[in-house]
């Protein structure tokens, strides 16, 4: 129940191009970070994959299509730990299999 709440509730982020610009210093062990994945069959506007954070727990979720694992992981670990990286457009970036 929890996790179709927040599926619902979620931003979703994920479809784009080309490579971003990544600020490299928020990385190297400065910060850690909990997140759950979660393989699912289907993701709400047809996106590969989902990233939401749960604040009151402190905790990322990462939803993925079971079925085309690991396909977009490293996508939604972008988002992690740079937040809205591609802002304001749609990215698949990352997420080749
Ligand atoms: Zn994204």
Redesign the pocket.
Known sequence: MIKHTLLYSAIV????TSAPQLDLSVIDGITSYTFIPHLTEAIPGNKS???LYDKATDTHHIYLIRSEFPR?LE??V??IIFG???KGR????YCSQ
């Open positions: 982020l994920s479809g784009c994959g989902m990233h977009c996508h939604e972008l988002h809205n990286w591609h749609d990215s698949i970036e």
